[in-house]
């Protein structure tokens, strides 16, 4: 679908009454919902990378209390990690997407992996498949999982207990928020992390709409000035533009030691900016910056 008549459709759907209904009907029927690969996709590209980073900051999954900020339509992380063995988790997200049809059909589809490697850090395969059966029973699935779902949830203002987590972590998430709400997110984190704590994001810092118009690049939208942007931004697929080192430099503004940052300028990525009119906000940047289209971050409080 061209990006810019997606971009005026959400925007539409964004104003009006009934809008964000109507997407996820949309969603549900003819977007990324449909199809069992965004779960497999979501397991095999996203939860294999941060397992293992949590299991390199040696989590204990029996005691660790963990919060998910955005989760989404389909809980693949939070069920991947009651599956692994983590007993308290609590996930919460700005719109209530969660359908309990959503939960187990994402459990249904993640059979496939149990015996993955990845879940080894933390879990025999026969712990994993056992945890799996029992959940497949269940009636109230979260809640059997020890999975906490609050939505709406501002997760820059929760108020849960100071210092009563051991990670906060995001998968595709932080891209979407504008900048005054992720350094409110920054130090509400440094306020309910315990002093051993981490957080954990994996961002997707290139232009999402490159996933369902194969025309464009993820570097389309460095070639458009904020105003010119405010045509196809919105509320419902809002892109903040934020290059790898901004979210670097919030969490280090709002007191984080950063302990990881990995991102790399893409090869391809660096060709085509040499072709590319690049909009005034953005050539301050280093190329790298530019170039790099995600960026997984560990930083401890």
Partial sequence: ??????????KTLSVIPGGY?????LQRNLGH?????TIHGGFRDDVTVLFERI??????????RLLEIGTGWLPIFPLSLALAGFRNILTVDIYPHLRASAVRRTLLTLQP??????????ATPGHVRERYERLLRADDILTAAGISYKAPCNAASTGMAPASLDLITSNN????????????LFLEARRLLRPSGHILHCINCGDHYAYSDPSITQLNYLSFSQSEWGRWNNSIHFQNRLRPIDFLEMADQKGFQIESAEYTANPANLKQLENMVIAPEFRHYPLKELASTSLTMIASA
């Fill in 1 to 10: 679908m061209n990006w810019k008549s997606k971009g005026i459709i959400q």
């Fill in 55 to 64: 299991a390199r900051l040696g989590l204990d999954p029996a005691s660790s």
């Fill in 33 to 37: 919902l449909r199809s069992d690969e």
């Fill in 173 to 184: 998430v932080f891209e979407h928020v504008p900048s005054p709400v992720l350094l409110e």
């Fill in 113 to 122: 992996f149990l015996d993955h490697p990845s879940f080894q850090p933390f």
């Fill in 21 to 25: 209904r109507c997407n996820h009907l």
